[in-house]
């Protein structure tokens, strides 16, 4: 066979779901695009990323973030969308009002893919991840464009916050609400930065609260908890789940994720999305 003729050999398979994920690179590979394409991975999808930032970070925090130009983030969505099918996108750490900008654009010219947006505000040790605009542009353009929303207790309470209000002093129920009232068609709140002694996780859509799951607290800080649960439940949609069901899927692989985490270095845990595989592994070395 001539090699020009090599790519024209029909596959055997068909072709896994493919999630277009939205994030800042994570030298770590415990968030941001890394922690994305392992999850996506993990659930049998084919990831694809678009760069939305470089990032200086370790285990404990980040150090410096350089923002990617947004006709470059832009650029690099629509030349893969061009070529390769995707079936849902997952939006991470936006970090300029500009990013959000273009990737409202480039979202609005897919319609009716399903979009999972984990509004990433800050690293888990406080580090501001995008300018000072990005929040309200966030609040803005991608929150009405989401299907699912999946901001932790602090950003909720942030992105939901009226000019001069206390975020504080917001219910969370109020929250998602208002950010259902901006367009989003459903938001599951995080309460790990609750101090309650389960997590309790909340899905609310328009008529109010749709599941509540409860996870037991596990020890520790982790690095990437939120991308693992943003990223899996994208990886449910792409697989034609409806969205309950994605979220608690997702959450259950989360939760085992964390529950396997690795520490290797000076700070945060690294969660362990390849349990399955590392577990089946193991199970056949002893067979």
Not at 185 to 203: D, W
Not at 254 to 264: E, H, K, N, S
Request: hydrophobic residues 50%.
């Amino acid at each position: 066979m001539a090699a020009h003729d090599r790519c024209h050999v029909p596959l055997a398979q068909p072709l896994p779901p493919f999630v277009l994920a939205f994030a800042g690179a994570d030298p770590t590979g415990g968030a941001g695009l890394q922690a994305d394409l392992l999850t996506l991975a993990a659930l049998g999808c084919h990831p694809l990323s678009v760069v939305t930032a470089i990032t200086a970070q370790d285990t404990a925090g980040v150090a410096a973030v350089q923002p990617v130009a947004a006709d470059w983030v832009a650029r690099q969505a629509r030349t893969v969308l061009a070529d390769l099918p995707v079936q849902a996108f997952k939006i991470g750490m936006v970090a300029t009002a500009e990013n959000a900008a273009a990737i409202a654009a480039v979202i609005d010219e897919h319609p009716g893919l399903p979009v999972v947006l984990d509004p990433v505000l800050a690293s888990g040790r406080g580090d501001p991840l995008g300018s000072g605009d990005a929040a309200a542009a966030i609040a803005e353009l991608l929150v009405p464009r989401a299907t699912v929303a999946i901001p932790n207790s602090l950003e909720a309470r942030r992105l939901a916050a009226a000019p001069g209000e206390d975020p504080g002093s917001l219910p969370l129920e109020r929250c998602a609400e208002r950010l259902i009232a901006r367009g989003a068609k459903f938001v599951l709140v995080t309460g790990a930065h609750e101090p309650s002694r389960e997590v309790v996780n909340a899905l609310f859509g328009a008529g109010g609260l749709v599941r509540s799951d409860r996870w037991e607290r596990l020890p520790g800080d982790y690095h990437g908890s939120g991308c693992t649960l943003a990223s899996a439940t994208a990886a449910g949609l792409a697989h034609g789940l409806a969205v309950p069901d994605a979220v608690q899927a997702a959450q259950a692989f989360t939760w085992q994720a964390l529950a396997d985490a690795f520490r290797p270095g000076a700070g945060q845990a690294l969660p362990d999305r390849l349990f399955r595989l590392r577990a089946a592994a193991a199970e056949a070395a002893h067979e």
